[in-house]
Structure formats: C-alpha cells, structure tokens
C-alpha cells in the first residue's frame, strides 16, 4: 500500500470525525467522533514512522491511545454528570455559557 | 530702737487685717476705735523715735526681698529727720481725722470697712515714708493710689464717686508709670536703689541721664501731687468721704510727691529743678485762679490744696527741700482742719454749694472758730503757722530765684488769702441760709481743736523764735536769722489785699475792673470757671482716640487677625470641596469609566457566547482552515 | 518614684470613674477629687522634698520605653518645671471643686478631666522630647471635648478652632523634633541641649521657628492668638481655669524647656523679635481687653497682655528677666484663674456675662465683691500682690537689654489699670440694677475653690523669694547655658 493511500484514509478518517463533531448533538456521539479524529492523527503518526524510520512517533500514537482513553473516561462522565443535572445528553441544550 | 520702726506701720496693717475679715462683727463704733487706737500706737512709736533721730541718728533695717544676694532688691525701712517729719504728721493728723471719722461716719453701713481702708492707708503711708529704697516706696505708693481709690469710690452707689475713683486711680497711674521708669532706668544704670547712695550718683552718672531719671521721678510725683498737667483727678476725688479727702487728698498723700521730690533732691539737675519750679509755679496760680471761682465748698478746698502744692513744688525746685517739707507740715495742720470744718459743716447741713450755705457762725461756733483759724494760718498770717513756712518760701524765692518769682507767689498769696476767705465767710457769716446747722459732736469737734492748735503753733518749730529745730532736723544749716522785714510787710499785704478781695468781690459781689476790661475779665472768668476746660480736652485728645484705637485694635482682631484665622479655615474648606469635586468628577471618573468601558465590550461581544458547542467548534474548524491556509 | 506616682494619681482616677456607673454622680466626684487631691498633695511633697540648691534636675525616672528609637520614659523636674507642676496640681484640684457645677454627663466630663490633668503633669514632667510632645498633644483631645460638650455659646465652633489651631502649630513643631532627631539621634532633653550648642547658626534658626510656632499657639504670642478668646469663652468654668491657668504656661515652658537650651544662639539671634511681640501682646491685648464687653472675653484678651511679660523678660535673657518670666507664669496662672472663676460664680447665678448687664453688686454680694476686688488688683499689677512681682521683674530684666520695648510696655501697665477697674465700675459699682435684687452670695465650695488662690497670690507677693529661690538655680543655669553658647 502506498503511503498515499493510507494518507488519504486517515483524512477521510478525520474529516468524517470533524464531520460528526460539528453535527452530532447527542454527547457520546460527540465522543466518538472526537475518538476517531484521534485515530485519525494516530494513523498519521504510524505511517510516518513507517515512511522516514522514526521510532519516536510510534510512541506518540501509543501516547494518543492513552490519551484517547482518558478522554472518554473524562467525556462520559461528563456525559453522566450532565445527564443528571441537567437531565439531557444533548449538547445544544446545555448553553450556560450562553452570555 | 528698731522694733518701733516695725511697729509703726505694722500696728495699722494689723488693725486693716482685723477689721477687714472681722469688722462685721464689731460694734460700729469699736471698728472706728480699733483704727484709731492703732494709728495712736504709730503716734507713740514716732514720738518714742523722735529722740535718737533728734540726735541725728539713723535707723534702718533691712531684708532681702526678690533676691537673696543682689542688694538692690531687697527691703529696707529707715527713719531720718526727713522721714520722721513726715511720720509725725501721717500719725498725728491720721489720728485725728480717724477720731473725726468716727463721728462723721456713724450710721454708715459699710462703717468697718471705712476704717478698715482708712488704716490701710496709713499702713501704706508709713510704708512710703519709711521706705529707704525706691521699691519698697514704690510698691507703698501703689498701695496708698489704691487706698486713695477705693476711699474716693467708698460711696460707689453714686456713679460719680466710681467715676471719681477709677480717674484717680488711672491718673495717677500714668505718674506711676513714669516713676517706675525712671526706677528701672536709675537700677539698670546707677546700680542702686538706696535713698542713702543717690548723693554718690552725681558723680558716676552722666548729666544728661541724671536730668532724664529725675525728670521721670518727677512725672510720679506729678501724678500724686496733683500737679498740673496731672491735676485733673483730685478735685473728683472730692466724691469721697470729707475725712478722707482732709487726710489722704490733703495732708498726707497727696504729700507724697512733694516728699518723694525732696528724698530725691540729689538726682535732680539744675536743668530738672528748673522743670520742677515752672510746674509748681504754674500749677500754684493756675489753681488757685480756679479754687476763686468754685462754689462747692470741697472743690474749693480741693483747688487750693492743688495751689498749695504747687508752692510746696516751687519752693523745690529752688532747692529749698527743708522749706517745702515745712510748709508741707504747716499746710497738713490747716489744710486738714480746713476739710474737717467743711466736713462738719457738710454733716450738719447735707449742702455743700456755697450758694445755699451761710450765716453758720452762731449755729457752729466751734466749727467756725477753728476754720477761722486754719483761714488765718493758710493766709500767712504773722505769727501762725503758716506766716512762717511761706514766709521761708518768699525769702527763699527772693534770695535764689528770678526777679519775678517773689512777685508771682505774692500774687499766690493774694488769692490764697482771697479764696480762703471767700469760703469761710460765704459759709459762717452773712445771712442765714434755710439749713439749720447744729455743732457737731464732741468726737468730731475735739480733733479739729487739735488741730487748730497745731495750725496755730505748728509753725513755731520752724521760726527763729525757737531758733528753727525743724529746718535742722531736715538738716537745712544756712538759715536766715531773724525775721526778714520787708518780706513780712509784703506778705502782710498780700494778705490784707486777699481779704478785702475776698470781702468785695466774694461777698459784696463788687466789680471792681473798669468797664472796658469787663469782657476780659468776664472770659477769664468763664475759663477759670470750667478750670481751663482741662477734661474736656483730655476727654477730647486723650481719652476718646485711646477708647477709639482700643475699639479700632477690637475691632482689627476681631476682622483682621481672627478673620485671618477664619479665612484659613475656610479656605481650606472651600479647597475641600473643590478637591472633593475634582475627585468625584475627574478621579473617580477614571476608575469607573474603566470599569464601564469593559462591560460596554463585553456586551458587544455577548452574541458570540451562544452556549452551544457545535457553533464554537465550528469556529474552531474554520479558523483553524483559515489559519492553516493563510500560513501556506 | 514619686513623679510616676503624681502621673499616676489621676489615671487612676480616670480608671476608677471610667468602672463606676454612670448614675452614682457622688461617687464619680468624689473619685475625681480624691484623685486631683492626691496629685496635690505629691507636689506639694515634691516641694518639700526639693533641693533648692543641687544643680540638675531632681527625682529623674528613666527607664526605656521604645528601645530601637532611643526612647525613654524619663521624668524630673527642676526650678524651672516645680512651680508649674505644683500650680498644675493645685489648679486641677481647685478646678475640679468647680466642676461640681456641671450638670450633665458627669462621667465622661470627669473622666477626660483626669485625662486633661495626666497630659498637663506629664508636659512639665518628661525629659523626653517624644514623651513630652505626646502628653503635649494628650492635652488636646480632653480639652477639645470638655469645650465641645459642656461648653456654650459657639462650642462646636471654638473647640474645633482649639484643636486645629494648636495641632497646626504643634505639627511645625514635629518637623522640628524630627529634624533634631536625624542629627542628633536622641530624644533626651539634656543631651538635645548639650549637642544644639554645637550646631551651626542656620539650622538652630530653622529648629527655633519650628518650635516657635508650637509654642507661640499656646502662649499665645501675637498674631496667633485669636483661638483664645473663644476658646476662653465658650469652655466651661474649669476648662476656662485650667486653659488659662495651665495650657498657656506649656507654651512658655517650652520655651524654657526646649526651644532656649536646644538652640541657644538662635534664641540670642531672635531675641530683638521676641521682645517686639512682648511688647506687642502686652499693650495690644491690654487695649483690645478694654473694648470688650464680655467679661470673659476680657479676662482673656488680659491674658494675652499678661503673657507678653513672660515674652520680654524670657527676650532679656537676665537673671532677673527670666525670674520675672517665670514667676509671671505661675503668677498669671493663679490670678486668672482665679478670674475666670469669680466669672463663672457670677455667671452660674446671672447667665450672662455682658459687663452693661450688671451694676452695683457690691452692696448686694460683698463676699464676692472682695474676692473679685483682689484678683483685679493683682491683676493690674498692685504691689503687694503677685502680679507685681512678675512685671516688674521682667520690666528690670528687660528694661537693660531692650529699652524701648520696655517703655512702650509701661504703657500697658497703665492701660491694665484702666480695663481692670473699668471691670469693677461696672460690675460692682453704682446703682444696684434691679435685676439682680436677689442675687445670692458666694457659697461655701465657692470660696473653698478661691481661698487657696488668694492665699498663694497675697503670699506670693509679700514674700517672692518662696519661689525665687526654687527658680533661681535652674534659671542661672540656663542663662550660663544659652549665654555661653555665644
């Protein structure tokens, strides 16, 4: 497979992650979007470790794994405490921030 | 001998003491004994001095005052010829007058308090006399201006009695200040204040200062004596009780100057005794041209005693002291008996205008008898007391002053005699007037024959008949031996001249100028009437622009200073609240304009907070294509 | 211990009337006067006690109180600060047997009372310039109350000019005491004096206008007067007494305390000037004194003319000068303030104290009549009588050094006549005014509380030396001390 190939699905990848970023409303959606735009960069960096022979950023897509993880450990029970309080798990209807 | 010179002025202090915290308690009459019987006590004590003084001897004792080590402040009282003449007659006629006052005061209500004040004063008195140093004379003779004053004002429901008190006072006063002058001047430069040390200034002491020192001296006996331009206060001082006008503004302390002058004869200058004559002499004319026209029996006294004075400074200032304290002694006899008689026949009639009085002779023989002879004395008389103190006067002007003087003092004596007869007879003789008077009481009559007797005879102590005992206790050596002729036909002529002047003008009412001097006359008349319109010019030159600056300097402080004061003060308020303004307009506008300004941005950029996240991450994602394209 | 003691007698009280309630009025009066009475008797012990003839100063108290900054607490007296501590003691007990005519808030009055006395013994006490200027302005606070609250008239208005008036005048003297601390490093009084000789011309001028000013407010010289009379006027009978009696004598003490040993050439360079204002308050405020028609106020423009005595002789820098300052002082003390309360006895009875509101008293109130006879007297200055002994002091000192400023003075002499009798004529002379018909004589307390000033004032003046001689060593002393600088 060529590097440009795998290159193009990693953007395919985040665009569709972005995609479901700016357009999921419900909270795990939005998690799981943000997951994939995550894999997305992962996928970058293994393939560029692959391309130049950088060990480095393997270990950064490793960094990313773990970092993904927290971030949905951090995400749902964000979503939990929201669903508590404010009774819902759609974004748009939490606007506290609203100034 | 020592203690008695204590005693003297110790024994009255003590009957002042007594009689001003306990008078209240005493009988009235008791009150008037304890004076009296004090003042006898002094009389004794002086006639036991007067030996070893007789002898020459003289006696001093002295304490430190206001500082331990520096002589010139501390006390003394000694006693010389001088002094001891002076304290025979202070306790002799003291005595007596306080005897009258008994009598004269009774059914008064403040009748302790009148001896008490009374024998202050002779405490005073005796102080002064005794004193061998100018302080300690000085602060007696505050004290006896302080008598004087509260004497003059005793009756001081009448508003005039305070007035007269308080002018007394205030008068002499300005003497005082001049004398306290001339005692810081002679300390400071002379080193001493010692009466004994002043012969030995002469030499140490520059003229000019000499003159400048007696010439302030003699502004204090100015004002004590009465004489002119300081006179004003003593015919006021007539408000008084008649018993303290005969011993205080009569006998004794209006003396003081007169004695203060002779106890200071060495510091005077040629050029200051010249000063002294023109003084007495003027003041002996000009009075005795205004005691011609009084009609207030008191006032006619009071202007004589003024006249007097003025021939008793006259004769100092020929340098005559010896004669002046002569006449001085004579003139305390009859110028005393003279108030006592008027004091007699003011208690006996409650009128004192010569215009309703008259004709008294045979309701008072006593009182008239002895006025007669104090007249006569006054008069110059040959050979009562005062034929022999004023002829000593005339010899001595005729001897050592210019050609005219002689002629002027006869001209004195010519009214003296004119004036003092108009009195007596206008009073005792001619027709009765509506008052029915009655002789006084034996209390009072008694001391004024004493008196009479020694008006008579007093003068003998200084006549050649006793070879003149008196001018030598004065310590006078040169006399003139005999009786000088011409001078007694000269005087006896005066007299005799007053009389009939007293007879015709005083009494018939005759005119005797011609009729193209009639207007002048009548002027001089009017003039000496007002007696020279002296108070109205004091009032109108010195009185009324002191009470102007002293309310224009009221007036400054309350406007001026104070309104300075003010004016700080509200200037810094007025800057208060321009600062306050400044601070709430400008300051604190600043703050909250800041304030503002940011909440203005903050509402502008209010919309953009939406609250939800997908707008902002669609922001983050475009700007983030943005950004990314822009940094290609 | 003593001198700590004599502070401590009225604090004390001021303690006890501060614990007692506010209604037991009897108890809070009696604290008060037990506590002036004690302070008192201390200095009159302290006079007993005293040596006339040691040198230096007597009963010193040191003990250091803020270390760092070399300040101590450190108390004495000698001839100069003795007779103004005994006149404090014994006017705060004569005051404070007035005061039993206040009628309202008796133990806030008698507690700032106390206070008033603590700062006053404490100015004439302390030997610590720090210490000194802090009972200096203690004095303040307690005074502008007892003007401000039992006063009448304008109180509010006078009390605040009292206070802003000498707080200014005491700030000059702050910049002063600063100026001195920062080249000399201490507040000691005794080593300011030895180290001000050493001091170049130029700044011992700036010091001596700095304590000038302080001083000059309190005295009071010439133009700074003017709080005086309404001060005088709306305090009540013992604030006027002690205002007169007391305050006035801290700015003359300061003088001699202070401002003539610290800077000694300075005090010779000005000497010319402060003769002039001498004289200027004595015939100046004799005049304003006889137009007034408020029989305090006039007491009060005649303080300022009895001040300027202490001005000139304090100017001649003579034996006899400061003897006739000092004694001025203390004399001026008594008379006045036995003045002021013959007017406050007259005033508690009349409520007015227009002088053309009374007439012919004498008759009517003998008793009171001699009293205010006496101390008029002794206020113009008769022989016999303390006032004398001070003028004429100050006038001998004086007359050898500045003549002219003397002869002018004389002026006031005879105008003090005029004014002090023209008091009398109205007061007590001529016709009774009918109004007054009823008016009863002086009481019991009220002569107690006068008595003793009569006495002092008759005592002081038949025998000066008493004092004289308490003076006299300290007063040599300080004249060799200022002389000697030239």
């Known amino acids: 497979m060529s590097v440009r190939l795998i290159l193009l699905l990693s953007h395919a990848l985040f665009a569709l992650g972005v995609y479901g970023v700016l357009t999921r409303r419900h909270a795990i959606g939005l998690l799981l979007s943000i997951e994939l735009i995550l894999n997305a960069a992962a996928l970058n960096f293994v393939l560029f470790s692959r391309a130049f022979g950088h060990v480095e950023a393997q270990a950064f897509a490793l960094f990313i794994i773990a970092l993904a993880a927290c971030e949905a450990v951090v995400g749902l029970a964000i979503v939990i405490g929201l669903a508590r309080h404010a009774h819902t798990v759609f974004a748009d209807q939490v606007d506290l921030l609203k100034g | 001998m020592t203690p008695a010179l204590l005693w003297i002025p110790l024994l009255p202090l003590a009957a002042f003491a007594l009689l001003i915290t306990c008078g209240r308690r005493l009988a009235p009459p008791v009150a008037g004994w304890v004076a009296v019987a004090a003042l006898a006590a002094s009389a004794g004590a002086t006639l036991a001095l007067a030996e070893p003084v007789l002898r020459g001897q003289r006696l001093a004792v002295r304490w430190a005052w206001l500082s331990a080590g520096d002589p010139r402040w501390a006390l003394g009282l000694a006693v010389d010829g001088l002094s001891w003449l002076m304290l025979a007659v202070v306790t002799g006629v003291g005595t007596m007058i306080a005897c009258y006052s008994i009598g004269y005061m009774r059914g008064d209500p403040r009748y302790p308090r009148f001896f008490a004040y009374l024998a202050l004063f002779c405490a005073s008195m005796l102080g002064l006399v005794l004193a061998d140093h100018f302080l300690l004379l000085y602060a007696c003779w505050e004290l006896v201006g302080l008598c004087s004053y509260l004497l003059i004002s005793f009756w001081f429901e009448k508003p005039a009695a305070a007035a007269a008190g308080r002018k007394a006072f205030i008068t002499t006063r300005i003497g005082d200040a001049g004398l306290l002058a001339g005692i810081l001047w002679l300390a400071w430069a002379g080193g001493t204040l010692q009466f004994d040390a002043l012969a030995g200034l002469r030499e140490t002491l520059s003229h000019g200062l000499l003159t400048a020192i007696s010439l302030l001296i003699f502004l204090g006996a100015v004002g004590k004596s009465a004489q002119v331009p300081l006179h004003v206060w003593l015919p006021d001082a007539m408000e008084g009780p008649t018993p303290v006008s005969a011993l205080i503004h009569a006998a004794t302390m209006v003396a003081a100057g007169i004695y203060l002058v002779a106890r200071t004869l060495p510091l005077f200058t040629p050029e200051s005794l010249q000063v002294v004559l023109a003084v007495g002499l003027l003041t002996h004319l000009a009075a005795g041209t205004v005691a011609l026209t009084m009609t207030d029996i008191k006032r006619v006294l009071a202007y004589s005693t003024i006249s007097q004075l003025g021939l008793m400074m006259t004769a100092l200032g020929l340098g005559a002291a010896a004669l002046a304290m002569f006449h001085l002694t004579t003139h305390a006899c009859f110028k005393a008996l003279l108030f006592l008689g008027a004091g007699s026949v003011i208690h006996a009639t409650h009128e004192q205008e010569l215009g309703r009085l008259g004709g008294l002779r045979r309701a008072m023989p006593w009182t008239a008898a002895v006025f007669l002879i104090a007249a006569v004395s006054m008069s110059g008389v040959f050979p009562l007391s005062g034929f022999w103190s004023k002829d000593a006067i005339l010899l001595a002007a005729q001897h050592d002053g210019p050609p005219w003087l002689l002629g002027a003092l006869l001209a004195g004596a010519v009214m003296t005699t004119a004036y003092v007869f108009r009195l007596y007879l206008r009073c005792f003789h001619g027709a009765p007037a509506p008052h029915a008077g009655h002789e006084s009481p034996l209390i009072m009559v008694l001391p004024m024959a004493v008196l009479a007797l020694g008006a008579a005879a007093v003068g003998l102590a200084g006549s050649p008949w006793l070879a003149h005992p008196l001018l030598h206790l004065l310590g006078l050596t040169q006399i003139h031996a005999g009786i000088d002729v011409p001078i007694l036909l000269w005087s006896t002529l005066a007299a005799a001249a007053g009389l009939w002047l007293a007879w015709s003008v005083g009494v018939r009412r005759a005119r005797p100028l011609p009729a193209a001097l009639r207007p002048l006359g009548t002027r001089l008349y009017t003039w000496a009437a007002n007696k020279y319109y002296v108070d109205e010019w004091y009032q109108r030159l010195i009185i009324g622009p002191y009470l102007a600056a002293a309310r224009g300097l009221s007036r400054f402080d309350l406007r001026v200073i104070d309104g300075a004061v003010d004016g700080a003060g509200l200037a810094g308020r007025a800057l208060a609240v321009w600062k306050e303004r400044f601070d709430r307009l400008v300051v604190d506008r600043l703050v909250n304009g800041t304030a503002s300004a940011v909440r203005l941005a903050g509402a502008g950029l209010r919309w953009v907070q939406t609250g939800i996240v997908h707008q902002y991450l669609l922001v983050v994602v475009v700007a983030v294509v943005v950004v990314s394209l822009v940094l290609k | ?486």
């Open chain 3, 1 to 486: 211990m003593l001198l700590t003691w004599l502070l401590a007698c009225p604090l004390i009280g001021m303690l006890v009337v501060l614990a007692l309630p506010k209604t037991a009025v009897r108890a809070i009066r009696a604290a008060a006067l037990l506590a002036t009475g004690f302070a008192l008797l201390l200095s009159l012990e302290l006079l007993i006690a005293y040596q006339p003839a040691a040198a230096g100063m007597q009963f010193v108290e040191r003990a250091p109180w803020i270390p760092p900054l070399r300040i101590f607490y450190h108390l004495g007296v000698d001839g100069i600060s003795l007779p103004l501590v005994i006149l404090t003691a014994l006017l705060g007990f004569l005051a404070c047997i007035a005061s039993y005519s206040i009628a309202e808030r008796h133990k806030e009055y008698f507690a700032l009372y106390l206070l008033l006395e603590v700062g006053m013994l404490g100015t004439f006490l302390a030997l610590d310039l720090f210490l000194f200027y802090i009972f200096w302005e203690l004095v303040l606070v307690p005074m502008y109350f007892l003007i401000g609250i039992w006063g009448g008239g304008r109180r509010e208005y006078s009390a605040f000019k009292f206070f802003v008036y000498t707080l200014a005048g005491s700030l000059a003297m702050l910049l002063a005491i600063l100026a001195l601390y920062f080249r000399a490093h201490t507040f000691d009084l005794l080593e300011l004096a030895a180290a001000g000789r050493t001091f170049e011309l130029g700044f011992q001028q700036l010091l001596f206008l700095g304590f000038f000013l302080g001083f000059a407010v309190k005295v009071p010289i010439f133009p700074f007067h003017t709080w005086l009379p309404d001060a005088h006027v709306d305090a009540p009978t013992p604030g006027s007494v002690l205002l007169a009696g007391v305050l006035l004598k801290m700015g003359g003490y300061g003088f001699f305390r202070i401002a003539y040993p610290i800077c000694p050439a300075a005090a010779m360079g000005f000497g010319g000037a402060m003769a002039c204002l001498g004289v200027i308050n004595i015939v100046y405020g004799a005049f304003v004194a006889m137009a007034q028609t408020d029989f305090k106020r006039l007491v009060a423009y005649s303080s300022v003319s009895h001040m300027g005595f202490v001005l000139l002789g304090l100017a001649s820098l003579t034996p006899e000068g400061l003897q006739g300052a000092m004694f001025q002082m203390v004399s001026h003390g008594v008379v006045t303030g036995a003045m002021f309360l013959l007017v406050g006895v007259l005033y508690d009875r009349t409520h007015t104290r227009e002088l053309s509101a009374f007439g012919g008293l004498g008759a009517r109130v003998p008793v009171y009549a001699g009293f205010l006879i006496f101390f008029s007297l002794a206020s113009l200055g008769l022989p016999g009588l303390s006032g004398f002994i001070g003028e004429f002091l100050s006038l001998v000192g004086a007359f050898g050094v500045w003549r002219w400023q003397t002869v002018v003075s004389l002026l006031g002499i005879v105008a003090a006549a005029a004014y002090m009798l023209q008091v009398i004529q109205q007061v007590l002379l001529g016709p009774l005014n009918e109004r007054w018909r009823e008016l009863p004589d002086m009481t019991l307390r009220e002569g107690l509380s006068l008595a003793p000033l009569l006495l002092v004032t008759l005592g002081l003046g038949v025998l000066p030396l008493a004092l004289l001689e308490v003076q006299d060593g300290a007063l040599q002393r300080l004249i060799a001390h200022v002389v000697g600088a030239r």
